[in-house]
C-alpha cells in the first residue's frame, strides 16, 4: 500500500484542488438563494458586515424615512417602511475524524479520505461566504486545534493537519476513540461559546449517549451539522465464504478464528437489519435534538454527493 495511492491517503495538492469545486452550496442558510441542510436566517439587529431585508410594516415615527416603501405605501394608502436587519458573521469549525475505524473502503474510496475531502470543501465554501473557518483533527488519542480565522493560510494549516493525521494511519494503533470523541467534544463546547456553525464528519462507529449529549449541549447555542460517513460494505457482506484470525498476543501461537459465511441468506439478513436498526436509532435521537444529519458513502466521488444532497442550481 503506497501512501501516494489517493483511493486510501490523502494529499495536500488534492485537496487544495477542491476549493474550485466549493460551489453550489451553503452550509450557513443565509439567503435561500443557495439550498442548505439548515434552515432560516442567521440574522442580528446589534451588528454584522450586511444588511438583510426582514419585512414590510406600519411606519412608526423615528422611522428612518429613506427606508419607506412608496409602493406598499401607495396601495395600502398608509405609510410603511422597509425593515433590515444585520447579517451577523457565523464563525465555524469543521470537526473531522481520522481514527483507525475510517481507515476502511470497500472500492472506491477510504472513509477517512472521503471525511478529509468533504472538511476541505466545507472550509473553502464557508470562507467563500465571508466568514471564519477554523477545525479539529481528531485520532485515536489525541486531536489537532486549529482556532477559526477569516484568512486562507489558516485553511492551509486545517488541511495540513489532517493529511499528516491520514498519513499517520497506517502506522497507528487504534485506541480508545469512543472515550477521546466525548472528551473533545466536550472540549469543544468551551470553545464555540455560540452563535457557530459546528461541522461534525465521522463514521461514528462508536458511538454512544456522552457523544449525542456533546453534540446537544453545542447545539443550544450554535448550529450543529452532522455528516456520517459509511461504507456499501458496513450494511452489505459480500457472498463469500472466509474464515478470519487474529493472534491474542505476539507471544502466544494461540489463533481465535471465525468462519464467515457470506452465502448464508439468513445471515445476511439478519447483518442488514441491524445496520439499519443502529443507523434509524442514530438519526432518530439527532433529529430529537434538531441536529441535521447527512451521509456520505465511500463509493461516490465528494462532489457529485455534495451536489446531490444539497441540489443546488446557484453557486
Known amino acids: 500500500m503506497s501512501s501516494s495511492d489517493p483511493s486510501v491517503f490523502l494529499s495536500l495538492p488534492d485537496l487544495l484542488r477542491l476549493e474550485h469545486e466549493a460551489i453550489g452550496f451553503s452550509l450557513l442558510a443565509r439567503k435561500q438563494r443557495v439550498r442548505s441542510l439548515l434552515g432560516g436566517r442567521h440574522a442580528s439587529k446589534l451588528r454584522g458586515r450586511g444588511l438583510d431585508f426582514e419585512e414590510v410594516r406600519a411606519y412608526v415615527q423615528g422611522d428612518d424615512i429613506r427606508n419607506i416603501d412608496w409602493k406598499v405605501t401607495a396601495r395600502t394608502r398608509q405609510t410603511h417602511t422597509r425593515v433590515y436587519s444585520e447579517e451577523k458573521e457565523k464563525p465555524a469549525l469543521i470537526i473531522v475524524d481520522q481514527s483507525k475505524s475510517m481507515f476502511f473502503g470497500s472500492s472506491f474510496k477510504t472513509k477517512a479520505a472521503i471525511a478529509g475531502e468533504l472538511a476541505a470543501m ?27 480565522k477569516r484568512d486562507r493560510r489558516n485553511i492551509l494549516r486545517f488541511l495540513e493537519r ?16 469512543e472515550g477521546s470523541l466525548g472528551k473533545m467534544l466536550a472540549r469543544i463546547n468551551n470553545l ?21 449529549q ?10 450543529v451539522l452532522v455528516a456520517k460517513v ?18 491474542l498476543h505476539d507471544a502466544s501461537p494461540e489463533v481465535h478464528q ?46 457529485d454527493q455534495l451536489a446531490e444532497i444539497f441540489k443546488s442550481r446557484n453557486s
Open 122 to 148: 466545507a472550509a473553502f465554501r464557508v470562507l467563500k461566504q465571508g466568514d471564519r473557518v477554523g477545525g479539529v483533527v481528531l485520532s485515536d488519542d489525541a486531536a489537532d486545534v486549529v482556532y477559526p
Open 162 to 177: 489532517i493529511v499528516d493525521r491520514n498519513v499517520a494511519l497506517a502506522e497507528s494503533e487504534p485506541g480508545d476513540f
Open 258 to 303: 471465525a468462519v464467515f459465511n457470506g452465502q448464508n441468506r439468513n445471515l445476511l439478513e439478519s447483518w442488514r437489519k441491524e445496520f439499519d436498526r443502529e443507523m434509524q436509532s442514530f438519526e432518530s435521537d439527532l433529529k430529537k435534538h434538531h441536529i441535521p444529519f447527512f451521509t456520505v458513502s465511500t463509493a461516490i466521488p465528494t462532489v
Open 230 to 247: 459509511m461504507d456499501p460494505m458496513e450494511r452489505e457482506l459480500p457472498p463469500l465464504r472466509f474464515t478470519a484470525g487474529s493472534a
Open 214 to 223: 456533546a453534540l446537544q449541549r453545542m447545539g443550544r447555542k450554535n448550529d
Open 192 to 212: 464555540v461559546t455560540h452563535d457557530f456553525l459546528i461541522i461534525v464528519i465521522s463514521d461514528f462507529h462508536r458511538y454512544n449517549p456522552r457523544v449525542l
